[in-house]
């Protein structure tokens, strides 16, 4: 199993396309909202995991995922920042 394939396992579940559907937005007017969306099924997945039958793959996808959100929002904060100034 390679890395990539342990952070998407093969069961398809809605938070993979919405988090999918925030990392390769291109209109800026509606990043942030793609984000607010994403996190949301990542965290109501993350909730059904833990109670719930434990998939450790999957959990490990919606953790990678959910760093990988927040990392984006920083990048796109810092980057708003920087050209206000």
């Known amino acids: ?5 342990a952070s998407f396992p093969a069961p398809h579940h809605a938070w993979r396309d919405l988090y999918l559907q925030a990392l390769f937005e291109t209109d800026k007017s509606k990043i ?3 984000i607010s969306e994403a996190e949301r ?3 109501s997945r993350e909730h059904e995991l833990f109670a719930g039958i ?3 793959a ?3 996808g919606v953790n990678t995922a959910l760093h990988a959100l927040s990392a984006l929002r920083t990048c796109l904060s810092t ?3 920087a050209r206000a100034a």
């Not at 199993?1 to 394939?5: G, N, P, V």
């Open 79 to 81: 980057s708003s920042r």
């Open 54 to 56: 434990p998939d450790p």
């Open 41 to 43: 099924a990542l965290l």
């Open 32 to 34: 942030c909202v793609r």
């Open 1 to 5: 199993m390679t890395a990539h394939s």
């Open 58 to 60: 999957e959990r490990e």
